[in-house]
T-cell receptor
Framework: AQSVTQLDSQVPVFEEAPVELRCNYSSSVSVYLFWYVQYPNQGLQLLLKYLSGSTLVKGINGFEAEFNKSQTSFHLRKPSVHISDTAEYFCAVSGPLIYNQGGKLIFGQGTELSVKP | DGGITQSPKYLFRKEGQNVTLSCEQNLNHDAMYWYRQDPGQGLRLIYYSQIVNDFQKGDIAEGYSVSREKKESFPLTVTSAQKNPTAFYLC????????????FGPGTRLTVT
């Protein structure tokens, strides 16, 4: 079974400050990892994904994440946030289709990022 | 433009009524999913379908039903048996590849009173 824990439910930060949103996962098989962003009353938009290869993944809007297999983490970072980054962020895990025939994603509880001027 | 559409954006119903939420995609994706989102609980999988005329229950299927008669369409019916139907419902799709990235629609907010 796979699971995801987002360690912070809310992260307040000032504009232009750096931010890290933490995500830990558990899985008995190899994983694919995703970060999605959700603006109020909208659907989810993919920020970035880790499938294989380089452990540092760059996404849209200046975000990046690092896959750490030994610590089973996939933390999301941005060096300087903007007011427009205020949203909810979801970490999700999946596995290869031979183990996960439905291609299902397991989501964390979400982290609300609030960027203040 | 390719994408996923969900209609309506907001839906209001009286308790005891069945209601059907629409999900259409023109991405030619094989798999489609329905999620329910409640504050502080993330997304929970209701039903999913990998091919036409086939679907499987997710983690919280009780009180819901689906159909997949066409590749493009995956409607969700919230029945009167669902004890707490008020929520934000999200539809997603995935291409039939080895990778599991899902694309999401804009969601439907259902309020039952």
């Amino acid at each position: 079974a796979q699971s995801v824990t987002q360690l912070d439910s809310q992260v307040p930060v000032f504009e232009e400050a750096p931010v890290e949103l933490r995500c830990n996962y558990s899985s008995s098989v190899s994983v694919y990892l995703f970060w999605y962003v959700q603006y109020p009353n909208q659907g989810l938009q993919l920020l970035l994904k880790y499938l294989s290869g380089s452990t540092l993944v760059k996404g849209i809007n200046g975000f990046e994440a690092e896959f750490n297999k030994s610590q089973t983490s996939f933390h999301l970072r941005k060096p300087s946030v903007h007011i427009s980054d205020t949203a909810e962020y979801f970490c999700a895990v999946s596995g290869p289709l031979i183990y996960n025939q439905g291609g299902k994603l397991i989501f964390g509880q979400g982290t609300e990022l609030s960027v203040k001027p | 433009d390719g994408g996923i559409t969900q209609s309506p954006k907001y839906l209001f119903r009286k308790e005891g009524q069945n209601v059907t939420l629409s999900c259409e995609q023109n991405l030619n994706h094989d798999a489609m999913y329905w999620y329910r989102q409640d504050p502080g609980q993330g997304l929970r999988l209701i039903y999913y379908s990998q091919i036409v005329n086939d679907f499987q229950k997710g983690d919280i299927a009780e009180g819901y039903s689906v159909s997949r008669e066409k590749k493009e369409s995956f409607p969700l019916t919230v029945t009167s048996a669902q004890k707490n139907p008020t929520a934000f419902y999200l539809c997603a799709s995935r291409p039939g590849t080895t990778f599991n990235e899902q694309y999401f629609g804009p969601g439907t907010r259902l309020t039952v009173t």
